[in-house]
């Protein structure tokens, strides 16, 4: 399949990214640069994690408006598949691709840990290598990932079955305790109606290979990608 | 002309700064702040010189960029008695 991985001005996970798409799932990746106006023939969009334009005024705020983001949008309105992690989460938001917006973390701290996220759906084109209720590990590092909308809103996102992700504890229970951020319903990670466009918080790309500690993340971009089993399990 | 536009979390939101901050004013001795959000001011020159014309131009600026209508609201002061 073909992949691309945008850079923004301040991106910062865009080779972690790249590298997993491109030498753990032997894809055909390239980067896309903002200010391009097109996606030229990639399947997948990924954008990435990092700080772009330095987060200034709103974490997200000024990529949204960048012209890639035109091309991305027409590509998910079309149906394309389209990934945002962290700051890239927080792109798709500001650009209306997904619903809601990102808040200061409760604790007011930049938060770098592992934590553990239910599965909430498994019917995706993004988690269909993952079972319901399945609990994985990975990475968050953000400052802004408290994630809120009004009660009307968040009613029917979940009506929706719009959540794809949970922060819970280890054994997959909701419980304050095990939520980071603050984040409104325990929401980590959310789809759009159509199921294409998936934003998170966590950094997938980080729990790819086992010398990094963790491997929940491959099949998120196995599942999109469409990549054989066995190569997964190579990449395991 | 000069307006001056002032992005604040919307009051329904808890704003975590914003309580930090009155937390930390009532640690320091000062008593009976009870609530404290903290938002962004923005000093705008505008070639415009029209009131009317120019809030409706800041409207639209603050709907498509300067706040966050999810969890923001916006005020918007062009010097000029509505």
């Given at each position: 399949?073909?992949?691309?991985?945008?850079?923004?001005?301040?991106?910062?996970?865009?080779?972690?990214?790249?590298?997993?798409?491109?030498?753990?799932?032997?894809?055909?990746?390239?980067?896309?640069?903002?200010?391009?106006?097109?996606?030229?023939?990639?399947?997948?969009?990924?954008?990435?994690?990092?700080?772009?334009?330095?987060?200034?005024?709103?974490?997200?705020?000024?990529?949204?408006?960048?012209?890639?983001?035109?091309?991305?949008?027409?590509?998910?309105?079309?149906?394309?598949?389209?990934?945002?992690?962290?700051?890239?989460?927080?792109?798709?938001?500001?650009?209306?691709?997904?619903?809601?917006?990102?808040?200061?973390?409760?604790?007011?701290?930049?938060?770098?840990?592992?934590?553990?996220?239910?599965?909430?759906?498994?019917?995706?084109?993004?988690?269909?290598?993952?079972?319901?209720?399945?609990?994985?590990?990975?990475?968050?590092?953000?400052?802004?990932?408290?994630?809120?909308?009004?009660?009307?809103?968040?009613?029917?996102?979940?009506?929706?079955?719009?959540?794809?992700?949970?922060?819970?504890?280890?054994?997959?229970?909701?419980?304050?305790?095990?939520?980071?951020?603050?984040?409104?319903?325990?929401?980590?990670?959310?789809?759009?109606?159509?199921?294409?466009?998936?934003?998170?918080?966590?950094?997938?790309?980080?729990?790819?290979?086992?010398?990094?500690?963790?491997?929940?993340?491959?099949?998120?971009?196995?599942?999109?990608?469409?990549?054989?089993?066995?190569?997964?399990?190579?990449?395991? | 002309?000069?307006?001056?536009?002032?992005?604040?979390?919307?009051?329904?939101?808890?704003d975590?700064q914003g309580k930090a901050i009155r937390d930390a004013l009532d640690?320091?001795?000062?008593?009976?702040v009870?609530?404290v959000r903290v938002?962004?001011?923005?000093?705008?020159?505008?070639?415009?010189?029209?009131?009317?014309?120019?809030?409706?131009?800041?409207?639209?600026?603050?709907?498509?960029?300067?706040?966050?209508?999810?969890?923001?609201?916006?005020?918007?002061?062009?010097?000029?008695?509505?």
């Open positions: 399949m073909k992949t691309g991985v945008v850079i923004f001005p301040g991106s910062n996970c865009d080779h972690d990214v790249y590298h997993v798409l491109k030498h753990v799932l032997r894809q055909d990746v390239c980067f896309l640069w903002h200010q391009d106006t097109s996606l030229g023939d990639t399947e997948l969009v990924v954008l990435p994690g990092g700080f772009s334009y330095g987060d200034y005024l709103r974490g997200g705020s000024l990529a949204a408006l960048s012209p890639l983001m035109e091309a991305v949008r027409r590509h998910a309105e079309a149906g394309g598949l389209v990934l945002g992690i962290c700051n890239g989460f927080q792109v798709l938001l500001e650009t209306g691709l997904l619903p809601g917006a990102m808040r200061r973390n409760q604790n007011l701290r930049f938060i770098c840990q592992d934590v553990h996220l239910r599965v909430e759906r498994d019917d995706l084109p993004f988690t269909r290598g993952y079972r319901r209720g399945q609990v994985l590990r990975m990475p968050i590092a953000h400052a802004e990932g408290n994630y809120e909308d009004s009660e009307a809103n968040l009613d029917a996102l979940e009506a929706a079955g719009q959540v794809v992700f949970r922060y819970v504890s280890p054994e997959g229970a909701l419980d304050k305790a095990w939520n980071p951020n603050g984040s409104a319903r325990a929401i980590a990670g959310i789809t759009n109606q159509e199921g294409n466009v998936l934003g998170m918080m966590p950094h997938p790309e980080r729990s790819c290979e086992v010398i990094l500690g963790g491997t929940d993340g491959l099949a998120l971009f196995a599942s999109a990608i469409g990549v054989a089993g066995e190569l997964l399990e190579a990449a395991r | 002309m000069k307006a001056t536009v002032t992005v604040y979390p919307r009051r329904e939101i808890l975590p640690r320091i001795g000062f008593e009976g009870e609530a938002g962004k001011s923005f000093e705008i020159d505008l070639a415009e010189s029209d009131p009317e014309a120019a809030r409706q131009a800041l409207d639209a600026m603050c709907k498509k960029l300067l706040a966050n209508p999810v969890v923001e609201d916006y005020e918007i002061d062009t010097g000029a008695t509505p």
